[in-house]
């Protein structure tokens, strides 16, 4: 089926890309400039497309993200080092953000004639983020039946919705995915910080697939340390 795939440029969205490349057909991939803390990630999603030789579509949304103030990932807000399930990392929601970016997807998807929108939200996000939940993803289907009715029919495809970043990892390995050619980073520097909590989460997440993390951190070991932590805390 003609799928359309949202596209970070992060280790979940590409990996989905080759997923989707290898199992069904490939129609491009979309990305979204929010006004996010930097567009380093954009850079990697581009260079997913022309790996998949499928086209990229960069829709510019900052006059709309420059209203969702707030978030450590738009403003200048200190970026959380950590367990990527604190509380703290509450200060990276971007309000409606997947809510927004589907919509989009969906109209767009409508105009190019693809059947289908897939979406990377997996199962370690439900903590913080309310659009990247079951929940969510079921209701905004159901949604855009309604929305498209008579005029076009897509579905929404969320595989990862419900399993965690390690299996999307060996979902990833499994499909070829370069790992090293995806970026989680929030900090955005030349190298992951190895620190803020998507870093700590990717890195965990390579340790449970048993696969070897090809990335670069600036401080590769922290992540033990920021791990044993909450897992301390869970057990109190």
Same mark, same amino acid.
């Given at each position: ?73 738009? $403003? ?48 370690? $996000? ?11 993803? $079921? ?73 070897? $993390? ?23």
């Amino acid at each position: 089926m003609k799928t359309i795939v949202i596209c970070s440029g992060g280790l979940d969205s590409v990996s989905l890309a080759h997923r989707i490349a290898a199992e069904h057909e490939l129609n491009s991939l979309v990305s979204f400039d929010y006004g996010q803390r930097h567009r380093k990630e954009l850079d990697f999603a581009a260079d997913c497309a022309k790996r998949l030789g499928v086209p990229h579509h960069i829709i510019d949304i900052r006059p709309i993200g420059a209203h969702l103030t707030g978030s450590a990932l738009t $403003d200048d807000v200190d970026v959380p080092e950590g367990h990527y399930a604190e509380e703290t990392m509450r200060s990276t929601v971007v309000p409606n953000r997947n809510a927004i970016m589907l919509t989009i997807a969906f109209g767009l998807a409508a105009a190019q004639q693809a059947e289908v929108v897939a979406i990377a939200v997996h199962g370690g $996000d439900h903590f913080i983020y309310p659009d990247c939940r079951p929940g969510f993803i $079921d209701s905004f289907n159901a949604m855009q039946q309604q929305a498209l009715d008579g005029y076009a029919d897509v579905r929404l495809f969320a595989p990862y919705v419900t399993v965690s970043k390690a299996a999307i990892v060996v979902d990833g390995a499994k499909h070829g995915t370069p790992f090293a050619k995806t970026w989680s980073c929030y900090k955005g520097g030349d190298r992951h910080c190895g620190r803020c909590g998507t870093c700590v989460e990717r890195r965990e997440a390579f340790h449970l697939a048993g696969i070897a $993390d090809p990335t670069d951190y600036e401080d590769p070991d922290f992540w033990v340390a920021a791990t044993g932590a909450y897992a301390a805390r869970e057990v109190r």
